[in-house]
């Protein structure tokens, strides 16, 4: 414990763990922003800091009546698109799925405001730091799956076993998961177990790895949160999980609520876990309906639904004045920004997929790609479209990380006549004078870009920096010709279509801001598919055994953000805050990260939302 607590103080950042794309990403917009109509309105210096605004909303709110006894309350999942259903903490890839798994998590460590692992949780965790080695306890008795069987320790096991199966396909088995002496080879198919995960006991399992950093405590360096029901899931296949009824239609859970009905991409309705170990929910029953971000806000005012997933933030004015609700508000785990292509993911390459860089890529020259990131008037969207609940992103560590976001970083302000200067120096030149540059050989160039499509305001707000890129020159087309559903989006991104120069989109972080996970030479995430020696050093350096000491660590991890900023691969360009409105017959909610209000905690103060 000692060891523990040792590290926990020196642990400044850490490993990613659960990196998912967040969901109806509303990027952009159909409206053009007021007195601006697609033009420069002012020159902006280079002022440093993060814009990041803290939230004016409280963030918990209390309702007048008494509860009832049970009760069913109503949750609308903002989607335009129906949802996957891939309901695996193992196999889930999309920021909806995440949604409907948080009914039925099957987490076994809990974290504090932190985010850091606490001993609270199912099971608790000991660090052996010096010979890389962690030990999970189940330190709880009565601990039961939704089915009644018990949760044992080979639960524990067979998550790991999953990932590290030479027939998963998913995307959790990356850098971090290798940390794990022995999954390599279990990966490849040369050994029957993975040599590093031991059991010691019923209730314990000791797992041996390459190296333990300050990350482990986030959930990084190959650490995975969750249990499964082995005895449900141990005679499928793992190449057919993903298609099974288990995964798909009745998961057994230790979560709070446990699936009932379930209608393919459009709702799932859960009832109480009798069998939950923190006790039985007070509500009865949960109904999830997906909800298009166009009409949410309409059936939030007409008392359709308690809760709401990811409210458009383009759309706060249409809720801050409802009495039927209160507003809610904080930081995201999650930050936007521009990708750029520059190479592709090779499954067949090490042992489970690399990154290989192309240098022949159009986007392959760095003054370019910073002229495009200081083109971006990013702030003047941030306050005309998302009413100041979105501000220009500074790095790449969002400020929802308290301890961890450096304030001080300066990122890409909007600098016009710098992007010029840089795509001049560049060899980037209007040859003709039709006010387009050319490319270096004086050839016709056009940069293509995926937009993703999810709020009624994302085709202005592209169209916003369409025109801002064409005011220094560069002619930015849209891939398809238009903004791309969410689903048909990430599947080109990951797919690296040749018809992507550069991608907008954003990252939900998890609770672990470390960059591994996402940018790494083994990581299925890196979408920019950019891969440098230099980068590799930089990562390496971040969870390194040094990185114990918290001075150490935080200079490694600036190191890194600026070279990221140096490079611009990956342009941050939005930090988010979430709003989350709450209808008043919700007795009590905290949305605050050290506090938040559990899932079998809600009660209603009435049976059906206030109208």
Known sequence: ??????????????????????????????????????????????????????????????????????????FALVADSPFQGVLSWEL??????????????NEIFETDGDFLVTDEGIAKLDVDADNNKVTITIQHDDVKWSDGQPLTVEDIIYAYEIIGHPDYTGIRYDGDFQNIIGAAEYKAGTADTISGIKKI?????????????????????????????????????????????????????????????????????YVANEHYWKGKPKLDKIVLQVVPSSSIGEALRTGKYDLASSYPTNQYDGVKDLENLTVLARPELAYSYLGFKLGKWDSEAGSAGLNISDENAKMNDVKLRQAVAYAMDIEQVGERFYQGLRSRATSLIPPAFSSFHDDSLEGYNYDPEKAKALLDEAGYKDVDGDGIREDKNGEKFE??????????????????????????GLDVQLTTGR?????????KVQADDPEIDMFMAAWGTGTNPSPLGLYGEASSFNYSRFVTPELQTLLADIDSKEAVDAGY?????????????????????????EIIPVNKRVKNYDVDYANATQWHEIELVSETPVK
């Open 483 to 491: 903004l791309i559903e969410f689903q048909s989006f990430y599947d």
């Open 447 to 472: 940069i293509r870009m995926a937009g993703m499509s999810g709020s009624d305001t994302d085709e202005a707000i592209v169209e916003y920096y369409r025109q801002n890129w064409k005011d220094v």
């Open 201 to 269: 006991d019923d209730k314990t399992v000791e797992i041996s790895m390459t190296k333990v950093s300050p990350a482990v405590y986030s959930l990084g360096d190959g650490l995975w949160a969750y249990a499964v029901p082995k005895h449900q899931l141990k005679d499928i296949p793992v190449k057919d999980l993903i298609s099974s009824e288990a995964v798909r239609k009745s998961p057994v859970t230790l979560g709070p609520f446990k699936i009932d009905k379930l209608v393919d991409g459009e709702s799932v309705q």
């Open 553 to 577: 660590r935080a200079d490694a991890f600036r190191k890194w953000e600026e070279y990221m900023f140096e490079q611009a691969t990956t342009v941050p360009t939005y930090f988010r805050t």
């Open 92 to 105: 889930y890839e999309d920021g909806y799925d995440s949604d409907i798994l948080s009914f039925i998590t």
């Open 1 to 74: 414990m000692m060891k523990k607590k040792g590290l926990m103080l020196s642990s400044v950042f850490a490993t990613a763990l659960v990196l998912a794309a967040c969901g109806g990403d509303d990027e952009t917009s159909t409206e053009k922003p007021a007195e601006n109509d697609g033009k420069q309105t002012e020159e902006k210096t280079n002022e440093g800091g993060s814009t990041a605004e803290s939230p004016t909303l409280p963030s918990d709110v209390t309702n007048d009546g008494e509860a009832i006894e049970g009760g069913t309350l109503q």
